[in-house]
């Protein structure tokens, strides 16, 4: 299966983090709170595009362009 980028993931389901997109500053951002290659997420909720998922134990919001740079 191709990776998709988060904001196309359903809710309720886990996913295994493929690969970080973007700058590097924003792959920094994402690597510091927990979002790694090889790490399960959840998605917990959907708002307009914009995120909730458990990551590493942590909730984390998410907005849509950050979640578009992260691939499972």
Known sequence: MAAMPLNM?????EFVIRRISGKEEVRRHLESMGFVAGALVKVV????GNLIVNVKESRV?????LASKIFV
């Open 9 to 13: 993931a359903h809710g309720g389901e």
């Open 45 to 48: 909720a959907d708002i307009g």
């Open 61 to 65: 919001a998410l907005d849509k362009s």
